[in-house]
């Protein structure tokens, strides 16, 4: 957060410093333009990509998912979006519908989001889109995924085996910011040993995180799929 603060002094001290040049008084016999030369050309925005997705049916039919998703420009940020997720049949008819709304995908971050449909049958495929209005978009590149991925880490991360097929992945976020943090979104991505996406989940941590402070948090899984390991992926939700 220093650094944010610091980058946001330096735009405004430039906002200044390019006022006061088009103050400056013209000169009598004013000396040659010096030849153009073309500014470096900004790479041009591309879209939210989706890594990954994968699924699970729980006993009662809901079907878990996880997706990984990944902001592959440089200097462009995405605020508040939208992610559809669609789930069909082997006949490729919609068969459930979910949707999510994170808050933000910095410049080269890489972030999850989980939930569950549910279907009335198990779905052949789990498909998702993003939604993001051009407003959304941000070519400010002060601010890259590793400096939010630096700012909330998540450390003690479990996964505690319930019985009954129940389980549940409990860890906690340390916020290394100057600012409290009111609430708190993670999702939790669970693997099997080919490395594949095979189920998810989002819970909250548990109330808000003060600065250079942690917040505890646990998602449970009323029906843990076998696998081989899992990942928690925080973001600040208010």
Not at 75 to 101: C, E, K, M, P, W
Not at 203 to 230: L, Q
């Amino acid at each position: 957060m220093k650094r944010t603060v610091a980058i946001m002094m330096t735009l405004i001290l430039a906002a200044f410093v390019c006022a006061g040049c088009s103050q400056q008084p013209k000169e009598n016999n004013p000396s040659p333009a010096p030849a153009s030369t073309s500014s470096p050309t900004k790479a041009e925005r591309q879209d939210v990509v989706v890594k990954e997705t994968g699924f699970s049916v729980d006993s009662v039919g809901a079907t878990h998912y996880g997706l990984i998703l990944e902001n592959p420009n440089e200097n462009y940020s995405l605020g508040a979006f939208q992610v559809n997720v669609t789930a069909r049949n082997a006949s490729g008819q919609i068969i459930g519908t979910d949707t999510a709304h994170p808050k933000y995908l910095f410049a080269l971050q890489k972030t999850a989001v989980c939930g569950y449909i549910s279907t009335p049958e198990a779905p052949a495929t789990i498909e998702a889109t993003i939604s993001a209005s051009a407003s959304s978009w941000s070519d400010y590149d002060g601010i890259q995924g590793g400096d939010a991925d630096a700012a909330f880490q998540v450390t003690n991360l479990a996964d505690i085996d319930k019985g009954y097929g129940m389980a549940s992945v409990t860890g906690e976020v340390v916020n290394n910011s100057d600012k409290e943090v009111n609430s708190m979104i993670v999702n939790v991505v669970v693997r099997d040993a080919n490395g594949a996406i095979v189920s998810g989940e989002y819970t909250y941590v548990n109330g808000s995180i003060p600065a250079h402070s942690s917040g505890v948090f646990e998602a449970m899984f009323s029906s843990m799929p076998e696998h081989a390991s899992v990942e928690a992926y925080p973001m600040v939700y208010a």
